[in-house]
């Protein structure tokens, strides 16, 4: 079982940074595939970005390559994620995940965060 906490979101104007932290319950957060989703209203969540059990592997979606950096700390059992460059569209409610297996399908991953909201205002 592995419990989810995420923090960092807020309000931001459009070109700002934000780092999301999830800190994470459980001995076993370094062998989790860790991933950030996000859901604006009316939208389906969708990935953002994932990184490897080790760190040594990430992946993003395309609309945040090179501005959104995916990051961990397996002996603080903390993933990040900084956020740059932030533009209107970015605003929806990020979610903190945990999967076994690397994937960026949301319904491959077992554990979720209650989600921090990002807002960006233009």
């Known amino acids: 079982q592995v419990q989810l906490v995420e923090s960092g979101g807020g309000l931001v104007q459009a070109g700002g940074s934000l780092r999301l932290s999830c800190a994470a319950s459980?001995?076993?957060?370094?062998?989790?595939?860790m991933g950030w989703f996000r859901q604006a209203p009316g939208k389906d969540r969708e990935f953002v970005a994932a990184?490897?059990?080790?760190?040594?592997?990430?992946d993003y979606t395309d609309s945040v390559k090179g501005r959104f950096t995916i990051s961990r700390d397996n002996a603080k059992n903390t993933v990040y994620l900084q956020m740059n460059s932030l533009k209107p569209e970015d605003t929806a409610v990020y979610y903190c995940?945990?999967?076994?297996?690397?994937?960026?399908?949301?319904?491959?991953?077992?554990?979720w965060g209650q989600g921090t909201q990002v807002t960006v205002s233009s």
């Open positions: 995940s945990a999967s076994m297996q690397w994937t960026i399908r949301k319904n491959w991953y077992d554990y």
């Open positions: 459980g001995r076993t957060f370094r062998s989790y595939v």
């Open positions: 990184i490897s059990a080790s760190g040594a592997t990430t």
